[in-house]
Nanobody, 123 residues
Framework: HVQLVESGGGSVQAGGSLRLSCAAS????????MGWFRQVPGKEREGVAS???????RYTDSVKGRFSISRDNAKNTLYLDMNGLRPEDTAMYYC??????????????????WGQGTQVTVS
């Protein structure tokens, strides 16, 4: 079955960096849109970035120029490099896979499979 497992979260000071990873299994990873999302308790899940099978990327405005999404199809792994972290980036971060066609955007309702999340805390 399709499975996504995130890692790499942690606690950092403002201005610091983290790299999140998401290991995918159970499907043809390279063919599908992948995304990173984040959620703070009491708030809706927010799309952070997405990357399609051609490596076209999209970002929410608040992370443009600071975060970078990438994928290694040989390793079936998705990454999110986060630089210049701010306290408002604190959230649980999730990776997700969109297993249908169409545009690869950052609307959470478009995505079919989710990881368990990894916590990022910026102080």
């Amino acid at each position: 079955h399709v499975q996504l497992v995130e890692s790499g979260g942690g606690s950092v000071q403002a201005g610091g960096s983290l790299r999140l990873s998401c290991a995918a299994s159970g499907y043809t990873y390279s063919s599908y849109c992948m995304g990173w999302f984040r959620q703070v308790p009491g708030k809706e899940r927010e799309g952070v970035a997405s990357i399609d099978s051609y490596r076209v990327t999209r970002y929410t405005d608040s992370v443009k120029g600071r975060f970078s999404i990438s994928r290694d199809n040989a390793k079936n792994t998705l990454y999110l490099d986060m630089n210049g972290l701010r306290p408002e980036d604190t959230a649980m971060y999730y990776c997700a896979a969109k297993l249908t066609g169409g545009y690869c955007l950052t609307a959470s309702s478009d995505f079919d499979v989710w990881g368990q999340g990894t916590q990022v805390t910026v102080s």
